[in-house]
């Protein structure tokens, strides 16, 4: 089973800096299969990013994905203060299905 | 407008029972692949189980034999039928839709709140 790890757990930054969240993967992972979530308190979550590096339908452009292999990155180039939220990582592996979340990067107000 | 609403969360002892429903808008649940995802108080996410369009159904390990996930495509609804109910599955249960062709999620309900305790 492939586990996912994000760095760091809280991530503290002001509004208009840039923002670089990690997802490892403890085995190779198909880029077409990570995607990245954001989810404010008593919401569901988002999809913000997919295949690792396409946005979802209205997600704003200063959100991006990268990376491969075992190493993704989602980057938030100018933060706006409704990006504070936390940020999921997801993987997707078959025979038989299953979808592995990272444990979450807290993005919070500086 | 593409919509999910969850219902039939609530308190319930260990080991018993509970259905929860995931009354579908906008799109046809039986011709999408369609998820159960949850989140225990103050975790992180954790997916439980899946349909496909073809009737097949897969679960995560913590919850085989004991969950069980089905449809009524007269209603456009889905539902996860849970059973021997234990502390460690309170959370929040999610339903959502996976994305045409690709191993994510694009829609999402709001979620309904499982408690199990005595």
């Known amino acids: 089973e492939i586990v996912l790890t994000q760095s760091p757990g809280t991530l503290s930054l002001s509004p208009g800096e840039r923002a670089t969240l990690s997802c490892r993967a403890s085995q190779s992972v198909s880029s077409s299969y990570l995607a990245w979530y954001q989810q404010k308190p008593g919401q569901a979550p988002r999809l913000l990013i997919y295949g690792a590096s396409s946005r979802a339908t209205g997600i704003p452009g200063r959100f991006s994905g990268s990376g491969s292999g075992t190493d993704f990155t989602l980057t938030i180039s100018r933060l706006e203060p409704e990006d504070f939220a936390v940020y999921y990582c997801q993987q997707y592996g078959s025979s038989p299905p299953v979808y592995t979340f990272g444990q979450g990067t807290k993005l919070e107000i500086k | 407008e593409v919509q999910l609403l969850e219902s039939g969360g609530g308190l319930v002892q260990p080991g018993g029972s509970l259905r929860l429903s995931c009354a579908a808008s906008?799109?046809?649940?039986?011709?999408?692949?369609m998820s159960w995802v949850r989140q225990a108080p103050g975790k992180g996410l954790e997916w439980v189980s899946i349909i496909h369009s073809g009737g097949n159904t897969y679960y995560a390990d913590s919850v085989k034999g004991r969950f069980t996930i089905s449809r009524d495509n007269s209603k456009n609804t889905l539902y996860l039928q849970m059973s021997s109910l234990r502390a460690e599955d309170t959370a929040v249960y999610y339903c959502?839709?996976?994305?045409?062709?690709?191993?994510?999620?694009?829609?999402w309900g709001q979620g309904t709140l499982v408690t199990v305790s005595s």
């Open positions: 906008g799109f046809t649940v039986s011709s999408n692949y």
């Open positions: 959502a839709r996976e994305a045409e062709h690709r191993p994510n999620f694009d829609s």
